[in-house]
């Protein structure tokens, strides 16, 4: 169990102390403001109703039924890409490719510019690539697959450094009791680097659920009920994006809108938590 902090006596410490408190402080404070000032305004218009009817009046009135459903098929084109991928590549960085090979700090180096890169530049690639070259247009497979390209450096990334977290002895002790090396990646090594994955994939799906720019250039603008991937669709962040900034009178289904996505991200994050608790730690026990 941690020791308390005991109060400094050296003013330089004492001026340290006080600064880390009064960051800690100061963020605390912005996010309780914001998120005090969304369910303010937002929980008394989200409703079961508001859930699953259609927007009207250019989203004024009715609901966010259409709109959360593209939300969540773009998240899932997003996930069904970029998990294996970022997996597959964490692996190989991590366990199959030496520190000092050209391969492997070129690949690093890359994920690291590409990790810095703003979201409307993805978007402006997306729209080039997937909606133009491969013919895909405006449509819900384009947004998915152009947000995939933005997770997936902080995925990698994070993942290997999960991998690279695992006592070296883990390995020695597979090979000890002969365990293949593809078994003990698939029950030791992987629910051991979990807490990596999982900060990635919460970083990446944040960064996805709340994109605006990437989304408007390849997803499209529209607020009909999606009949495939292929159609088009206007995610939540878009939404809230719109009725905030060019919607007169839409201010009050706007900060319900954001109520219902800061919601969705809480959900999401204890989910993965839970997954890390209760799920793998129990399969990385068993072997």
Known sequence: MAEPLSRPQDPREWFAFVLVWGAAALVTAVFCWLLGDIVWHGLSHVSWTFLTAFPENAGRRGGIGPILVSTFLILGVCLAVSLPIGIGTSVLLAEFTSDYSLFGRMTRRSLDVLAGVPSIVFGLFGNAFFCKTLGLGFSILSGGLTLACMVLPILIRSTEEGFRAVPASYRLSAAAVGLSRTTTLVHLLLPAAVPGLLVGL????????AETA?????????DRMPGSLLDSGRSLSIHIFDLSMNVSGGDANAYASALVLVILLLAINSAASWLATYGLHRKIMTV
């Open 202 to 209: 919460v970083l990446g799906v944040g960064r996805a659920i």
């Open 214 to 222: 990437a989304l408007i250039f390849t997803s499209g603008y529209v």
